[in-house]
């Protein structure tokens, strides 16, 4: 979670069968308002239908795509595998996202108002003296919020379907559907599934890091880092503490490059971590984070294992013609953080309200260049972001001694306040020009002090 708002890295941004129908309805929720466009388009309208759109994945980022679309006019499909489905995920969401995608509270399992960073020599820096009474991070779990996201989709006209995307057959001209080969679950166990087809105008991947949509138009790959959690229950007074903490730990036993975290949940504690290079040892970072809390997670059960594939940095292409990719699928997840729900669900909805633009709330045909404009939206807004936290991985987490450093620096109260005002409202927050100078110049004294440990311990070894 930890990021810094730095405003001089603005520069770093890169300039079949009949388908089916599905009649949606509008229901309009608080806080959001519906999109009415009159621009001028050069597409063909559309006669006796509205545009169809597929969205792939039933996440954060799916499940905000398909409510944007429905309620604003587009005939929705969503198709999701596993309805239950929980990822090993931190979980924690800014405050902003609660008001943003007007969230309930009772979807929220902790409101954490205090974090503890705690270095390799288990230093540990208190977290959160700047947060204001009503400020918190919100700890969520992923099939709850999954959930309610689809749930509302479907609410406002969404046709959710529990089916396993399988292959899409692409267009050769403008005028011409997207095929999607699926095969849909009829919720009996055991079951294995029909094999269907749909046909659609256009589609949102948001599947994830193994997105087979990303596959279906030569998206490229990337990096990614692998993500090992274990859902523990521990005793209730132990549970005390956790109450509305959180911690993080960073050293070479817990990740080369990344960190361990422990997070509470509603009735039990995620301890997890994650790595790049070097997934094999993920199971020894995993026993080693658990090495690091043991005391205060004395007496726990586990209760779920999980893991999954994280990306490291946006695909090569994120669009092709009609198609688009949101969320994990695109690669939007923070270096140093690893924070991908709020993004996820952002890009989600910003690709369904440029399809919405576009179409003139479902009347037109689209074409890639509305589309685009999602990309050009996103890159603009949120490019500076992952830029900064990838020097500050490449930075501090390159060694122990760096990662001592990035502790200290933690301790900082202007550092706090300018991270927890960047990572809330997901705004660059405005420094002060002494405080910034301080801090570059505190920042540097630490990465010195780190460089002297280095050396020292490299003379001890020799």
């Known amino acids: 979670m930890v990021s810094i708002a730095l405003r001089s890295f603005t520069g770093l941004r890169h300039s079949t069968p009949e388908p089916p129908h599905f009649i949606t309805q509008t229901l309009p929720l608080p806080r959001q308002q519906r999109f009415y466009v009159s621009a001028s388009k050069t597409s063909p309208k559309l006669t006796n239908r509205n545009l169809r759109v597929a ?3 039933g996440g954060p980022a799916g499940g905000a795509a398909a409510e944007t679309l429905a309620r604003n006019g587009i005939e929705t499909f969503l198709i999701e595998r596993k309805l239950d489905n929980c990822k090993p995920c931190g979980g924690a969401i800014p405050l902003c996202m609660v008001g943003e995608f007007d969230l309930p509270l009772d979807i929220i399992d902790r409101k954490v108002t205090k974090m503890k960073m705690i270095s390799p020599s288990n230093v540990a820096v208190d977290i959160g003296k700047t947060l204001k009474p009503h400020e918190y991070i919100g700890m969520v779990r992923r099939e709850v919020l999954d959930a309610y996201l689809r749930e509302r989709a479907e609410k406002n006209g969404a046709r959710v379907i529990n089916g396993l995307f399988l292959k899409m057959d692409l267009p050769q001209n403008q005028q011409q559907p997207y095929v999607l080969h699926f095969t849909e679950y009829d919720g009996k166990k055991g079951g294995v599934g029909e094999k269907k087809t749909m046909e659609v105008d256009a589609v949102i991947g948001a599947d994830g890091a193994n997105s087979k949509v990303a596959k279906s138009i030569n ?25 509305n903490l959180a911690e993080m730990y960073v050293g070479n036993d817990v990740s080369p490059d990344f960190y361990g975290w422990v997070f509470p949940k509603c009735d039990h504690v995620a301890v997890g971590t994650g790595t790049v290079t070097h997934k094999g040892d993920i199971k020894k970072f995993q026993l080693a984070t658990r090495n690091r809390a043991k ?22 292409r994120r669009l092709s013609g009609r198609v688009a990719l949101v969320g994990d699928a695109a690669g939007y997840v923070t270096k140093c ?14 690709c369904a309200e440029a399809i919405v633009e576009g179409s003139e709330n479902g009347k037109r045909m689209i074409d890639e260049g509305d589309l685009r404009s999602y990309l050009q939206k996103w890159d603009k807004t949120y490019w500076p972001t992952y830029k900064v936290l990838d020097v500050l991985q490449k930075v501090f987490y390159r060694s122990n001694p760096a990662r001592e450093a990035f502790v200290e620096m933690c301790a900082d109260e202007y550092v706090q306040k300018m991270t927890f005002d960047s990572y809330l409202y997901k705004k660059v927050a405005p420094g002060n020009p002494l405080e910034d100078l301080k801090l570059a110049v505190n920042t540097i004294g630490s990465l010195v002090r780190a460089n002297a440990l280095r050396n020292e311990m490299e003379k001890l070894r020799v």
């Open 55 to 57: 969205v792939i994945g």
């Open 219 to 243: 998206a490229g790959d990337y990096d990614y880092a692998i993500a090992f959690q274990e859902r523990v229950r521990i005793p209730d007074d132990k549970m005390v503490y956790y109450e």
């Open 295 to 316: 005391d205060k997670i004395l007496g726990g059960k586990i209760i779920r294992v999980e893991a999954h594939p994280i990306p490291e940095h946006p695909r090569p």
């Open 337 to 350: 953080s690893g924070e991908g729900i709020y993004f996820a669900a952002k890009s989600g909805r910003m």
